[in-house]
């Protein structure tokens, strides 16, 4: 579909090229926005020499005097004119409507409707909607009112609240504290009675950075949310880390093994620096002193949720906004929290279940490259033995010619001599002279089995002992047996 719309620079530069008669090199910063104009058809690429050069087309002059592109013009022309015939084929009433929903499926969506159509559709709607054609329990909904796409929808009311999920239940805040979470007492203490409420920095407090106005009310927020997240089983614990060799220390609520900081501080805002008088007697000493351009200032509207540093920074914050206030999000606070827990032991049994069947793997890929070792020092022995058999047969048959072309004549000394030593050494070799048994197998060397199988062999603690037998516990020896 063609973007008709053009953005404040990409008109601004379009006039520049109008207003010079030559066609205009494209500097680097303006290869987007030539693009962009060059895809609307308003201007022209073309390349002089090494340069590349834009040109305004007779659609981009039109778009300058009108203000619409001609294309688009031309559209709302056609659609204005199919009007009459589009608003006769809208629904005579509301009835009909219904009837045309309930034939759809529940759904209609008419394609940017010109007036009179629209005006058509929106009767039907009204008549559907005050004169009693809508079945009992439905409700038409009616998106696209003044422009785009109108999308009529028939809604089963029941169906629809039923698919609703259940509401947050709220938590309570007390209007006083008379027996205030211990966390929340060491954090009274820590706070002191002058200036902003920090407790960032102190170990076993709530992390508050707050107005001292605020104070009070931060208190009793982290009294109902720790009370009650220590109702369900939940634990607050103030935690103490090192990051760049300093201490920092936190608040988190664990929720099934999983530690979730927290930190209560009060939005802040930019304004204006006014310098006070001590800076403005520096500034007329030292002209070269800078002093600040802004200041930070309190807002009034608590946030609630994870540190801007941690990894879980946009996860589960709440805070005060325009229709509602903190209080009333500490319940969805718990419920982000509990889906956030409920997430991380998903993730972790699918990573126990991976890593269970990498293991699996591995031993299985370990055991059969140790009967691959084992086959192959077997395979080397017989060759051996099969070539020493070979070699044996033919010492006795070389022999037996030596004595066959001595005929009846008797056998020199020397020579009897060495066919005796030869028909010797040949029951030697011959392994048949022997019986035959199995090789002993090879060292289950890690290098050996691990380049056999092209993987780490240091990965998993080693199945086998020096002697080459399997020790792992029987399940997992029965898993790679399985699969090898």
């Not at 520049?16 to 090199?25: G, I, Q, Y």
């Not at 592109?69 to 084929?89: G, I, N």
């Not at 629904?91 to 009837?99: F, I, N, R, W």
Request: glycine share 6%; hydrophobic share 35%.
């Amino acid at each position: 579909m063609v973007k008709y719309t053009v953005s404040a620079p990409q008109a601004d530069w379009l006039r520049e090229l109008a207003a010079v008669s030559d066609a205009v090199r494209i500097p680097p910063s303006r290869a987007q926005v030539a693009r962009a104009l060059e895809q609307r058809g308003l201007i022209k690429r073309t390349w002089r020499g090494s340069l590349q050069i834009a040109s305004v087309t007779a659609d981009g002059r039109y778009y300058l005097k009108h203000g619409k592109h001609p294309r688009q013009v031309q559209a709302e022309k056609e659609r204005l004119e199919d009007d009459s015939a589009q608003a006769a084929l809208a629904p005579a009433g509301g009835a009909e409507l219904v009837s045309r929903l309930q034939s759809a499926s529940g759904t209609i969506t008419v394609a940017d409707p010109a007036p009179r159509t629209r005006g058509r559709w929106r009767a039907a709607y009204y008549d559907a909607l005050h004169n009693g054609h809508l079945p009992e329990g439905h409700k038409v909904r009616w998106n696209g009112r003044q422009r785009g796409n109108c999308v009529f929808t028939l809604v089963n009311e029941k169906v629809e609240k039923a698919a609703q999920p259940a509401p947050v239940p709220g938590i309570d805040i007390p209007e006083f504290l008379d027996r205030p979470h211990p966390l929340v007492r060491a954090t009274r203490r820590a706070m002191g009675s002058q200036g902003t409420v920090d407790t960032r920095g102190r170990a076993g407090a709530i992390p508050l950075h707050v107005s001292r106005p605020l104070a009070d009310r931060a208190l009793r927020i982290m009294h109902a949310l720790l009370t009650q997240a220590e109702s369900r089983s939940y634990r607050a614990e103030p935690q103490t880390d090192l990051q760049r060799g300093e201490a920092v220390h936190t608040l988190a609520l664990v929720i099934r093994g999983r530690a979730f900081p927290l930190v209560l501080t009060e939005r802040t805002t930019k304004v204006p620096h006014e310098p006070t008088p001590k800076e403005i007697r520096q500034k007329q000493r030292d002209p070269w002193i800078r002093l600040p351009k802004y200041d930070e200032e309190f807002t009034g509207r608590l946030a609630l949720g994870a540190p801007g540093e941690g990894r879980f920074q946009h996860s589960y914050t709440h805070s005060d906004g325009a229709r509602w206030t903190l209080e009333s999000r500490l319940g969805h606070l718990l419920q982000d929290l509990e889906h956030l827990a409920a997430e991380g032991e998903r993730r972790d049994r699918e990573q126990e279940l991976l890593e269970a069947e990498r293991r699996r793997r591995w031993y299985a890929a370990i055991a059969q490259a140790r009967e691959q070792q084992i086959d192959q020092q077997r395979a080397k022995v017989l060759a051996e033995q099969m070539s020493a058999w070979n070699q044996a047969a033919e010492i006795r048959a070389f022999c037996q010619a030596a004595r066959d072309r001595a005929g009846s004549a008797p056998i020199p000394t020397g020579e009897a001599e060495w066919l005796r030593w030869a028909e010797a050494y040949a029951a030697q070799i011959d392994p048949l002279h022997h019986a035959l048994v199995t090789p002993p197998d090879p060292p289950a060397r890690r290098e050996v089995l691990g380049e056999l199988v092209k993987a780490d062999a240091y990965a998993y603690p080693w199945p086998f002992d020096a002697d080459g037998r399997w020790v792992l516990p029987q399940e997992q020896q029965t898993d790679s047996n399985s699969n090898s």
